[in-house]
């Protein structure tokens, strides 16, 4: 079964662009592909049935990005690599 954990926009312990910010399309976007960046220098790749994508959701205010482990329930290795993200990735950019 494939499941989802969703990780944020940028390292938690660091600013992101908003909604309704001029440009916000771009900034998110390229927020989140630098966020995949670091995870995968930090925790490396993802290994077969996970995979880091950005994800888009709805909200009230308009659509906002953020950084998802994809990952295949019934594959050991890539439930491990996506709590694996979620406990362990990034908390800045530094």
């Known amino acids: 079964m494939r499941d989802h954990i969703d990780l944020g926009s940028t390292p938690c312990n660091e600013q992101c662009a908003q909604i309704g910010q001029e440009g916000y399309d771009i900034i998110g976007r390229a927020e989140c592909k630098r966020f995949i960046d670091l995870i995968r220098k930090t925790l490396g790749n993802e290994p077969d049935g996970a995979k880091l994508a950005v994800k888009c959701n ?37």
């Open 58 to 94: 709805s909200h009230d205010f308009g659509t906002y990005y953020e950084v998802v482990c994809y990952f295949d329930t019934d594959n050991e290795a890539s439930t491990k690599y996506a709590y694996d993200c979620e406990a362990n990735c990034p908390t800045s950019w530094e």
